[in-house]
């Protein structure tokens, strides 16, 4: 049974750097699928941040791609988002994700998700 | 604004159809396959519907989904209680190197 679980700092400083990792457990990243983080801000809707591949190619959010940096090690079996320059507006629970793509990105589903973890940004 | 227009809200009464719309454009449902997604109070989302009208393994078959053109809908029938959760369609989007587009998420309400 796969499972991902995401983890890092609950609380962040305006201006600082967020920094979240996904351990996935029972499947190989280096096996395929892609990796990805979502978020959604309280009371608000989902907002797709991006995903990689474990060869390394990334995929991102065009609003967010300037702050965003997801990695991968597959030594590890984790993968992880580095978000800069975060403000208030950043504030969210963040899901991280498997990502099923096939035929190009004709399709891209989102099939296994961790339960998420809460990030405040605030001094 | 989400790129997806989802109605913000739904409501129907135990044993009804309920549809809920997504409406999209030619980068993203237009050219790609829509998903949907079930959002159930205080938990992560779950994938619903995938490749437009794909149920995964464990999903009832009261659920359903199609696809016409920029549009798609899901389609839940014999409607329960335990249906009332936030709904989200999404699928990628061609423009700006590509990436994945939500909608805003319907909330289902059972009456």
């Known amino acids: 049974q796969v499972q991902l679980q995401e983890s890092g700092p609950g609380l962040v400083k305006p201006s600082e750097t967020l920094s979240l990792t996904c351990t996935v457990s029972g499947y190989s990243i280096s096996s395929g699928y892609y990796w990805g983080w979502i978020r959604q801000p309280p009371g608000k809707g989902l907002e797709w941040i991006g995903s990689?591949?474990?060869?390394?190619?990334?995929y991102y959010n065009p609003s967010l791609k300037s702050r965003v940096t997801i990695s991968v090690d597959t030594s590890k079996n984790q993968f992880s988002l580095k978000l800069s320059s975060v403000t208030a507006a950043d504030t969210a629970v963040y899901y991280c994700?498997?990502?099923?793509?096939?035929?190009?990105?004709?399709?891209?589903?989102?099939?296994?998700w961790g339960k998420g973890t809460t990030v405040t940004v605030s001094s | 604004q989400s790129v997806l227009t989802q109605p913000p809200s739904a409501s129907g009464t135990p044993g009804q159809r309920v549809t809920i719309s997504c409406s999209g454009s030619s980068s993203n449902i237009g050219s790609n396959t829509v998903n949907w997604y079930q959002q159930l109070p205080g938990t992560a989302p779950k994938l619903l519907i995938y490749?437009?009208?794909q149920r995964p393994s464990g999903v009832p078959d009261r659920f359903s989904g199609s696809k016409s053109g920029t549009s798609a809908s899901l389609a839940i029938s014999g409607l329960q209680s335990e249906d009332e959760a936030d709904y989200y369609c999404?699928?990628?989007?061609?423009?700006?190197?590509?990436?994945?587009?939500f909608g805003g998420g319907t909330k289902l309400t059972v009456l």
């Open positions: 990689i591949y474990h060869s390394g190619s990334t």
């Open positions: 490749s437009n009208n």
């Open positions: 999404a699928a990628w989007d061609d423009s700006l190197n590509g990436h994945v587009v």
């Open positions: 994700a498997r990502a099923f793509v096939g035929i190009g990105y004709y399709y891209y589903y989102m099939d296994v």
